[in-house]
């Protein structure tokens, strides 16, 4: 059996494919840290240092914050207590810079592939409706409120975020593919690569995680 815990994982995939949903049960099973750069971000912003304001200023702006800073910023995460022995990376590396930025101050253990087609990304996600209230996701498909446009629990509007509209996602899609579907490679060669089928349900994609990493 593998040993529990102590495994530096990263999270591969496009968007809609689940890596959020998938890390916070695999937080359950090896009790390591779930690190997404989101939240990297999101925390620097929230303590308005100078490089928190930087980064928000590039966010506002609908611009992919630079390889340098995130980096320099993961690399600092990566350096806290909790993630010593542990993680799992949800959103980096993003580019082949950062993944071999990453081997400087890093040893990863797997990369986990979650593999879903682009049709399937674009019927997941430009299926997504969020309540402008409380924040609950639905699926216009696989999940619809009970009563059309309205919260079930707190009766919020339902809305499509603009990053869900089609054309959005057909771009979100590209810079993917054309950054960041290289690292498949990158760590097939290393003998890193575990692909995850992200069609099925959650439970299933976690047993199947599970089965494909020994746990
Ligand atoms: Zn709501």
Known sequence: MANMGYMKLIFLGPPGSGKGTLAARV???LKVPHISTGA???AAIATKSFLGLRVKAIIDAGHLVS????????????AQADARQGYILDGFPRTIPQAEALDGFSTVDKAVDLDLSDALVLERLSGRRICRKCG????????PPKKADICDTCGGEIYTRDDD????IQERLEVYREQTAPLIDYYRKKGLLVEVDARPTVDLVVENF??????
């Open 27 to 29: 937080v359950d099973i």
């Open 67 to 78: 390889d340098r800073i995130t980096i320099e910023m993961v690399k600092e995460r990566l």
């Open 165 to 168: 509209r089609e054309k959005a």
């Open 136 to 143: 609950f996701t639905y699926h216009a498909t696989f999940n």
């Open 40 to 42: 990297i971000f999101r």
């Open 210 to 215: 599970r089965k494909a990493l020994g746990l």
